[in-house]
């Protein structure tokens, strides 16, 4: 029978409460295990090894998730599946290799088929279950146990709240490897070259930066108000870099500088000096640096134009925080 719209959402948010449970009750179980298998993937990486995820079913794709993950922050990883391995792919195996293996009941015939093979390559392993005195929990090295009270599906059939807790056990897993590591948003961004991610990680500030005419450079001593309205106009920037004699910033004029020259200058304010005006020892930005970090500058400190300098301290270029929504960079 067709459910009507408010059941339909009731039905919703009991399916996600479910699985909130789910959550709540794993990182109610975390132990002494999960720093042992912490240390034990830090060991396999460190002596260049690496990690082995496999499960059937849905477990399968939560194990290729996680072995994505892994690869991403720099944990050498690969998915096997079960059946193949019987069959040959068992090669890819090499001692000192960690093995982490998915299953919820811990009963699952392929996964306690391949305990005693990667005991045999000189494999340790890892139950990822939901059944802390299962065989799979008995025999493996190390256990990543999570706790699944109930499913969601209203059979009781489908699993749900279960691999929602398997996945988030291994993000867990993965995330405090990422911070032990020490893993820089550089070195991510080595992994995900490509893509909007790539762009936005790897973008330098002087990949994104105006230049030439579109920023506008003017000497401080020698510039009135008017010159610096000119010379942002006809760049179509915010502001405009002021320097001393020998090309080394001084300050900046901005927009806001002009509407308070105009309230606090007199009738004559565009023929004074922009030094009278100007905004001394503003924010501003190497550009070598990531693209990133202007735009941390940007939202900490509420500005909407950045000069970025070069090893001189001289102006390079202009950013504008118009410019980073197009770049994609926000």
Known sequence: ????????????????????????????????????????????????????FSGVG?????????????????????FLDPTQALHGDLGLCASGDLAILLSNSGATGEMLRLLP??????????????????????????????????????????????????LALGDALAMVLLES????REDFAKYHPA???GMTLLLRVK?????????????????????????????QAGAVALVDARGVMTGIFTDGDFRRSALNGGSNFLQESVARFMTRNPRSISM?????????????????????????KKPAGYIDVQDLPKLKIL
Do not use: W
């Open 117 to 166: 093979l990667f005991e045999k390559f000189g494999l340790k392993t890892v139950a990822l279950t939901g059944a802390t005195t299962s065989e799979l929990a008995r025999g493996a090295d190390y256990r990543l146990i999570y706790s699944a009270p109930r499913e969601a599906c209203p059979l009781a059939l489908a699993p749900t709240a279960s691999t929602t807790a398997a």
């Open 58 to 78: 849905k477990n399968a794709h939560i194990a290729e998730k996680l072995t994505g993950t892994l690869n991403s922050i720099g944990v050498p990883s690969c």
């Open 195 to 197: 893509g909007t991610l």
């Open 181 to 184: 590591s020490g893993l820089t």
């Open 207 to 235: 990949d994104i930066m105006r230049t030439g005419d579109a920023c506008p450079v003017l000497t401080e001593n020698s510039t009135t108000v008017q010159d610096a309205i000119f010379a942002m106009t006809k760049a």
């Open 1 to 52: 029978m067709p459910l009507d719209d408010k059941t339909i959402l009731a039905k919703a948010r009991n399916c996600l409460a479910i699985e909130r449970e789910a959550l709540d009750a794993t990182a109610a179980v975390l132990d002494g295990d999960f720093v042992a298998v912490v240390r034990a993937v830090e060991t396999t990486v460190n002596t260049g090894n690496k990690v082995i």
């Open 288 to 312: 070598d640096v990531l693209a990133v970090e202007a735009l941390k500058l940007f939202q900490q400190f509420k500005i909407s134009d950045l000069v970025a300098l070069d090893a001189d």
